[in-house]
């Protein structure tokens, strides 16, 4: 346990601050030599005076769209354990949240999820909400594959990815979304599996849930998380218009699926990821346009709004709970 909390430390407060540090002044010297620098300010600056301040309006809003599909989902998956309402899906979203910017690619949010679940249910529920993620990231896996497909040759062109690579990354991603694919759509075989191992009735409760999973209703979820994805992908097209970074709409779709995929993929930790996500769209939206001051802004704009702000939300409403339970432990 001790080697743990300090690995912990090392991660927290060395290795993310200083992977941060490295990825923020590699991002600064690729915007200091970019042309015309002075004209990319003088757009981000009158954007906000202009009616372009719509576009960031209209993101602010998505945000809500997007928190709002992700609790209906996870309303859905957790409904053969106990029924919730939207209002208390949502909080209990906005909870995970607050958990998932300090932990590493934000694994603390089932924590906050479970905190509006009834006593007894809690455990029961992180395989279902493990089961909407996944829907999640099958999307993700599959957009961000057909995302490198339709840039291959950019992506060449530009020597970001050599031919050989490429093709080896696109089998294996269709490889890994295949077997996720039937996995999620064959979730009795874990349970059949766990069935067969000694000591199963200690855990097999944890699963059993995941039986209540119909094909109907699975497809329901990939359906949302799809929906979301089309959310993101929206929010990042209207930030780009808004900064001034001059990409078409199927460009834009493209690189931020890649860019989706790529982070899908790479271990994170909450303090780090900001640069790794403007390292990473970076180099991809790149390829269409030079205005990369106007790129690293959209990162970290669509990075505030659908995370910092809704971890501060749920971070208001953990306080909350906590002071509930504290009185009921009073009075009890």
Do not use: C
């Not at 704009?301 to 995370?307: D, E, K, R, S, V």
């Amino acid at each position: 346990m001790k080697l743990s909390k300090n690995i912990k430390i090392f991660i927290n407060y060395l290795l993310g601050p200083l992977l941060f540090i490295w990825l923020s002044w590699s991002i600064y010297t690729q915007i200091r030599d970019q042309p015309d620098l002075p004209g990319a300010w003088v757009h981000i600056k009158t954007s906000f005076s202009s009616p372009l301040i719509w576009n960031l309006i209209a993101v602010i809003v998505l945000m809500l769209v997007n928190w709002s599909l992700e609790a209906v989902k996870w309303r859905l998956s957790v409904k053969a354990v106990q029924a919730v309402s939207f209002g208390k899906a949502l909080k209990a979203v906005l909870s995970g949240v607050s958990f998932s910017v300090i932990t590493p690619n934000r694994m603390g949010e089932y924590l906050g999820r479970v905190l509006y679940m009834d006593e007894g249910n809690r455990l029961r529920t992180i395989s279902l909400t493990v089961v909407g993620s996944m829907s999640q990231l099958i999307i993700t896996i599959l957009m961000g594959g057909l995302g490198l497909l339709a840039l291959q040759t950019q992506l060449e062109q530009q020597h970001l990815l050599p031919g050989i690579w490429l093709q080896v990354i696109l089998y294996g991603t269709l490889a890994v979304l295949i077997v996720l694919t039937l996995f999620y759509f064959r979730l009795s075989w874990l349970i059949r599996w766990l069935d067969r191992l000694p000591g199963r009735n200690r855990f097999a409760y944890l699963v059993r849930a995941l039986e209540e999973l119909d094909a109907t209703l699975l497809l329901r979820l990939l359906s949302l998380s799809l929906l979301r994805f089309g959310v993101f992908i929206l929010q990042y097209y209207l930030l780009f218009r808004f900064f001034g970074v001059d990409t078409t709409w199927w460009q834009a779709f493209w690189a931020v699926s890649v860019s989706f995929l790529i982070m899908a993929v790479i271990p994170t930790f909450a303090v780090a990821e900001l640069g790794l996500r403007g390292k990473i769209m970076l180099k991809l939206v790149s390829l269409f346009s030079a205005n990369q001051l106007g790129i690293v802004f959209t990162t970290a704009g669509i990075w505030f709004i659908n995370l910092i702000i809704p971890a501060f939300a749920g971070s208001i409403l953990i306080l909350i709970i906590k002071k509930i339970y504290t009185r009921k432990d009073e009075t009890s």
